[in-house]
Nanobody, 126 residues
Framework: QLQLVESGGGLVQPGGSLRLSCAAS????????IGWFRQAPGKEREGVSC???????NYADSVKDRFTISRGNAKDTVYLQMNSLKPEDTAVYYC????????????????????WGKGTLVTVSS
């Protein structure tokens, strides 16, 4: 059973950077579309970024040009590099996989994402 584990969250000042990791030990994630989502306190979950099995990437307008999604060389990890962080980026960040072989992203939506991690908290505050 593939289990996704997020890490890399923490407290950072506005303008700072963090790199989140989504790992699945022993499983190749490059067969699947992997998405990053976030949920801020009192708000609905929203899509942040997604990388298809083909390598194509999508970003929410709110993070475009600040966040970058990528795959690790070992193919069992997906990263979210977050730069120029803002207080409104504060949220619990989740990664999720569409477990259909060769899956692709549908924008940054959660449709088809059927395997979720437990999340990592990112707090942007001075």
């Amino acid at each position: 059973q593939l289990q996704l584990v997020e890490s890399g969250g923490g407290l950072v000042q506005p303008g700072g950077s963090l790199r989140l990791s989504c790992a699945a030990s022993g499983f190749r994630l490059d067969y699947y579309a992997i998405g990053w989502f976030r949920q801020a306190p009192g708000k609905e979950r929203e899509g942040v970024s997604c990388i298809s099995s083909s390598g194509g990437t999508n970003y929410a307008d709110s993070v475009k040009d600040r966040f970058t999604i990528s795959r690790g060389n070992a193919k069992d990890t997906v990263y979210l590099q977050m730069n120029s962080l803002k207080p409104e980026d504060t949220a619990v960040y989740y990664c999720a996989a569409d477990m259909y072989y060769g899956s692709y992203c549908r924008g940054v939506g959660a449709y088809g994402m059927d395997n979720w991690g437990k999340g990592t908290l990112v707090t942007v505050s001075s």
